[in-house]
Every structure is written in C-alpha cells, then in structure tokens.
C-alpha cells in the first residue's frame, strides 16, 4: 500500500483555515459586504457603470498610493502622521517654482520628490534617534510642515492658491506620467463591443483608464512583493514585532524604518503629483486628513496598530472600501455628512475583527 | 577528554569597587555539557558576558582552541562558534518558525536581475533541523507565538547550530518552563551534546544540570568553588554547596525552633 504512505511534511492545515488566519480576510470579507450593500441600494444610479467605476476607483487610487507604504510603516511598528501636510507641502513645492520661477516642471517634480524624500529621512532619524514616539514626532511634522507651507506660498505668491499649472505642464515629458488617461484603446475597443456604454455623442462614457489608478495597483503589488518576498519585507515584520530580538540577530532595525519613513513621504509627494497635475493647482490646505484616511484604509486592511503583522493587499481592500463608501453616499443621495460617520464606525468594528483573525492565527493550532 | 573549544584562564572583571567575578577559570569541550551554578548575584550573567564578547576581562584570558583570543563584539564571538542562547530567545512571536529561523540571514534565490527570499529552502530547512533536534513541526510557516516553550527554546538552539555554532550559552533555559517542556529542552541538550556541540548549561536547579551535566562549576560571589566531574560529586553534595543548601537547613531549624515556642 505505498499510495497510503503520507510524508508527515504534508501539511495538515486546511486551506480553509490558513486562509481565515490571513490578516486581508476582514478587509475582502468587508469590500464584498460593502459592493453588496451598494449593489442594492445604488444598483441603478449608475455607481457600477463605467463611470461610475473610474470615479470611486480614481478616489480609492489616490488613497490606496498612500496607504501601500503607510501599512509598510505601521507593520514596522511606526506611525507617520505628516503625510497629510506633506502632500500639501509637495502641492505647493512643485506649483511655485513652474509658476513663479520658471522651472519646468519635470524640474520642479524632481525637485519635490527629493525634498519629500530628504523630509522623510528626517522623520525617521528623529524617531529612529530620539526613541520618542512617531506618534510624537510626526504630529509635530504634521503641523510645522502645514504651517511652512502656508507661510512659504502666502510670502511669495501672496495667496493660499497657485494654480495655471495645467497650461505649464501641457508639453513636459512627466505630465503624462501622473495625469492623464491609459489604455484609451482597449477602453475603446470595449465599447465598440458593447461593453462599456456610449455618451450621446457616440463617444464611450469614459476615454481611458485614470493613471492614478495604475500606480495604486503597481505600488500595492511592489509593496507587496516586498513585504512577503524580499529579506527588506522580513526585517519590517521584524522591527515591528520585536525589535530587540531583531537588533540582537543583526538585522538593521534603525535603517529599515528611517528607508519606510522615506517611502511614506515619497508616496505623499506622488500624490500631490498627481492631484496637481490633474487639478492644475495647488492649496495649501490640500491632504488635509489624509493621514488618517490612510491609516484607517490600513487598519481595516488587518494591519495592526502595535506593528509586527499586516499587509499591502489589505491596505488596497481598504482603501477601494473607502471610495466605494464615499462615491456610494453620493451616488445614493445620502447626505454626504454622513460619510465619517460610516467609516470611522467601519474602522472601528474592522479592529474588533482583526484583533479577533489575529488571536485565532496565534492560538496553538 | 578532548581539547577545551573554549577556555576562560583566571578571569576577573570588576565594576568600579565591586568584584564581579575574581580569578575564575571555566572551559568547555566538544560533546560536553558543562553547567554553570551559583545563585542570584553569583557572577554568573558577567561570567556568561565575558564568554559571549560583551565584556572583556579585566585580568585574565579567554582562549578558543588553544589560542589566546580578545573578542571584538558579540558578533566577533558568533563568529568564532560561540552562540549565546538569551532567555529571550531573540525570536518573533508573530513570524512563522521558518522566518525566525534566517531572521538576518535569509537565503536569496535569483530570478533574473531579481533575488527573492527562498521561502521553500526556508521551510524546508527549519522543518528538518527541528526534526533533528527532536522535534516534529506542524508547518513551518505556523506563528512562532504558537509554539510551546520547550519548542522555542528547540528553535533558537537549532538556529544555532545550523549556522556554525561549535559551543552553546544556554542562558537559564528551563528556568521559565513547566516540568514537562523542561525535560524538553534537557533532552534539547542531550542531543546537542550528541552532536559533537560543547554546552554550557546556566542554572540554579540543581536537579535538571544533575541530570545532564559532565561537569560542574559552582560560582559564589564572583569566586569558584570549584570544578567537579560527575563521577566525584553526588546530587546532595551539590545541593549542599549551592548557596540554598546551607540557608534551607538553617531556615528549617529555625522554623521548627519558632513552631515550637509557639505551642508554649
């Protein structure tokens, strides 16, 4: 009978079971519920047609950009609470210079990027140095960043607003990198078949594919891959779940979160990117909150807030959770003020969830 | 008996006024077990410091296979085949066993221009030197949080042994642990020992370095008491020179003493 002779290797864990102890189960159990929801009470208004689907993926792209690395961060154990104010500091950085100086505007976007990123590196060598808090240190990021980007644009422009930056970056090799519509032909082509519907004038509801939405799901899969795939992604479980025992090992604690604070600022940075050259200006008051939108979008991705266990997808399912409500509310007619009440009350049974999928992974199996 | 891997000539190390260890002399060979007792303030965590490179004697010399030898850092001393064992373990409840295992050393496998985490090798490899050790795991990929404490300790022992370690510091290790998990671990040392691995077992029970022990050193404020073989001293005798030994029976006279004016 050797067909009856198991290898003991053989895992005896069910699928099932390894699947329920995963931390995205919550947050793809929650994006179903929430489609299902929608799916009954806009079903008609329009909220699954094409449009429909390019607008709250657009919203859940711009979010999910941040939340990728914001969930890196958090499952190192570390918060970063200055993306919000970055993302108006990186607005107005590449704003003034095209408008004012002249600078084109690949310029100013290199420009912007590396200032975010060095900002970053800061963030994380005062964390990394003090042993404070990021808590601490980034809330104060959080309001010096907010107040240098009013006083900056109110001391040279005078306003809180630059815009004209659409007819600067027209022509610059960059713009089509941030702004702008992908796929176009295969959008198209669909339409033609029937399958996305046409505006009056015969032309498809919508002409491509936002390139917003592109780099959700390109950073998503990179840190993703990162995470589970990379030695970079074992030192982040690591450093988040028990530094010491990580510093005792040789892994490099200090330069993994110092390298995590400086994709949180570059990811703030690409979204201002974007805003800016789809909006054609920049305020002073833009991402505002954003720090948090991103953290909850990470924690009903089942990241938890102590560091040490999470993941990326799961940040994706929250923040497409987060633009399906958001564009759900409006397409029902929902008074929009009740919006944050929806997701914070969201948030709140995602953690009690989690926290639960997590006991159940831990307990001796 | 073969040569000492590694040797502790004399040793003394201070701490401004106070004498934390004075003129000790310790060694271990390969395939032996050598516990280390003495209790609380005894000397023993400066004494294991000293072996593990994080202090440097202050007098004396430390010689590994014969040569005299000044450890740099505690990486100095890993590398030179001396693995400390912590009673923290230095392991991450919340990653599988197989993660823990190459926690900072993770094999890489290539993909074209890019190099992955081998996480088959990983599981693997982990699965296999626990089952060498005597212990058989459920999945390689199960949460670390969700080992018992005998198999932790299994963990971070065959971690040890599989990247070099020619000599083990077994910090306390069954200090923390039920009696069944502690026959565990003490079987863990067996096996070592059987491997052709030099331990050094750190302890105040008596009863568990008894049972696996070739050779003792008894540490008394910073001082040695002495080194004997198995054949030369028995359990009581031990037990006796240990600091408890002598306080016990002074403490049950007493007691008897203060029951019996009790009753008058």
């Known amino acids: 009978m050797v067909s009856e002779i198991r290898d003991e290797r053989v895992r005896s864990v069910s699928r099932l079971s390894r699947l329920l102890s995963r931390p995205e189960l919550g947050a793809a159990a929650g994006t179903v519920l929430v489609f299902v929801f929608f799916a009954i009470t806009a079903g008609s208004t329009g909220l699954f047609s094409a449009k429909g689907i390019v607008n709250f993926l657009e919203v859940s792209a711009q979010l999910g950009i941040l939340a990728a690395p914001v969930a890196l961060l958090m499952i190192a154990g570390e918060f970063d609470l200055s993306v919000g104010s970055m993302i108006g500091f990186a607005g107005i950085l590449i704003a003034i210079p095209a408008v004012f100086w002249g600078w084109p505007i690949w310029l100013s976007l290199l420009f912007t990027f590396a200032v975010c990123g060095g900002i970053g590196a800061l963030n994380g060598l005062a964390v990394v140095r003090t042993g404070l808090p990021s808590f601490i240190v980034t809330l104060g990021s959080l309001f010096m960043l907010r107040g240098l980007t009013l006083g900056l644009t109110r001391g040279i422009s005078g306003r809180t607003q630059v815009s004209g930056v659409h007819e600067l970056a027209q022509n610059d090799p960059l713009n089509s990198l941030f702004s702008g519509q992908v796929f176009t032909g295969l959008i198209a082509w669909l339409s033609d078949l029937g399958l996305i519907g046409k505006r009056a004038d015969g032309m498809p509801s919508i002409s491509g594919i936002p390139v917003s939405i592109v780099w959700w799901i390109a950073l998503t899969l990179a840190c993703t891959w990162l995470l589970t795939r990379s030695r970079f992604g074992n030192w982040i479980f690591a450093a988040g779940g028990e530094a010491n025992a990580a510093r005792n090992l040789g892994v490099p604690v200090a330069r993994t979160k110092i390298t995590l604070f400086v994709m949180t600022a570059l990811a703030a940075a690409l979204f201002a990117a974007v805003q800016v050259l789809v909006t054609g200006s920049a305020d002073t008051l833009r991402g505002t909150q954003k720090e948090f939108e991103a953290i909850i979008a990470v924690v009903i991705g089942g990241t938890l807030l102590t560091g040490g266990y999470g993941s990326a997808i799961g940040a994706m399912f929250g923040a497409l959770i987060f633009g399906v409500v958001q564009m759900g509310i409006f397409y029902t007619g929902i008074d929009t003020d009740w919006f944050k009440l929806f997701m914070g009350a969201m948030m709140v049974i995602a953690v009690l969830f989690n926290s639960y999928v997590r006991n159940r992974a831990m307990r001796s199996r | ?264």
């Open chain 2, 1 to 264: 008996m073969a040569e000492p891997y590694v040797e502790l000539k004399s040793v003394s190390k201070y701490f401004g006024s106070v004498v934390a260890l004075k003129d000790v002399s310790f060694d271990v060979c390969p395939g032996e077990v050598h516990c280390l007792l003495g209790d609380n303030g005894a000397g023993k965590s400066t004494l294991i410091k000293t072996l593990s490179g994080v202090y440097s004697p202050d007098e004396g010399e430390i010689r590994v296979q014969g040569k005299p030898t000044r450890f740099a850092s505690p990486a100095d001393t890993r590398d030179s085949g001396i693995a400390t064992v912590y009673q923290d373990l230095a392991l991450v409840p919340l990653m599988s066993v197989a993660r823990n295992f190459f926690l900072g050393r993770e094999p890489m496998r290539k993909f074209g221009p890019i190099s992955q985490f081998d996480a088959e090798f990983a599981n693997r490899t982990a699965y296999d030197e626990m089952s060498a050790m005597g212990i058989q795991l459920r999945d390689p990929e199960q949460p670390v949080g969700t080992l018992s404490g005998g198999e932790r300790q299994c963990l971070a022992i065959a971690r040890a042994v599989y990247f070099g370690a020619k000599v083990l510091i077994l910090d306390e290790p069954t200090s923390a642990l039920g009696v069944h998990q502690a026959s565990v671990v003490l079987k863990l040392i067996v096996q070592s020992k059987a491997r052709g691995i030099g331990v050094i077992f750190i302890s105040h029970n008596v009863h568990h370095a008894y049972v696996v022990g070739d050779r003792f050193t008894l540490l008394k404020r910073g001082r040695s008491t002495g080194t004997y073989a198995k054949g030369e001293i028995t359990r009581d005798q031990l037990l006796n020179l240990m600091a408890g030994g002598k306080e016990l029976v002074d403490l049950e006279q007493e007691l008897t003493k203060s029951a019996r004016s009790g009753q008058a």
